[in-house]
């Protein structure tokens, strides 16, 4: 996983281990940057980051830092690496840390609202189920023991209760329920 390695200059931090997705990179390397600050410390002045000619990471990420205005890169020429026998280009990324916010920011919200779009699309396809199919979906998700679907189906059944659908849910249909309930309790 990419992350920030600490260097002897407190202004200069190495980013490392890239991913293929330079979008993935940069949510990656804002997050990390943008939360040694929280912590009180400075953001530093650059990041490094480098990687050999034959992959594509360093310059995508290169060219996404460029492409979305979030500060500015210098490049090295490639450089022969006897160690890996690989030709390195090093890059010098000075962020623009008021921009790298505001990117991250709406990036996340941009999830977030993705998110609460799926999960209502859930909400409506389990509400519209028939109540056996529906706790069947639960008893799945127990028996599999997925926590996350788990609770995201305990918390949809009950907005479908709350949502005034009670009239679909008869008090013995919450059996599997009261049942993942304290299946999960266990779980955790």
Not at 10 to 33: I, K, P
Not at 50 to 79: C, V
Not at 84 to 112: C, F, G, H, K
Request: aromatic share 6%; hydrophobic share 35%.
């Amino acid at each position: 996983m990419a992350e920030f390695r600490t260097t002897s200059c407190c202004g200069l931090r190495e980013f490392h281990n890239l991913v293929e997705d330079a979008r993935e990179n940069m949510l990656r390397l804002s997050g990390l940057w943008l939360q040694e600050n929280t912590h009180g410390d400075t953001y530093g002045a650059f990041i490094v980051f480098s990687d050999h000619t034959e992959s594509p990471r360093g310059s995508d990420l290169a060219s996404f830092i460029l492409e979305n205005e979030l500060g500015t890169i210098q490049q090295t020429e490639p450089r022969h690496n006897p160690s890996s026998d690989n030709d390195l280009v090093v890059y010098l990324y000075t962020p623009d840390n008021d921009a790298m916010r505001t990117w991250r920011e709406a990036i996340l919200q941009e999830n977030r609202e993705r998110q609460e779009r799926v999960r209502q699309a859930e909400i409506e396809r389990l509400a519209n189920l028939p109540i056996a199919e529906r706790n069947r979906v639960i008893q799945t998700s127990v028996m599999n023991q997925d926590r996350n679907n788990l609770v995201g189906q305990i918390g949809i059944v009950r907005e479908i209760i709350n949502d005034g659908r009670t009239a679909r849910v008869k008090l013995p249909d919450l059996e599997p329920l009261t049942f993942a309930i304290r299946r999960l309790t266990r779980l955790i």
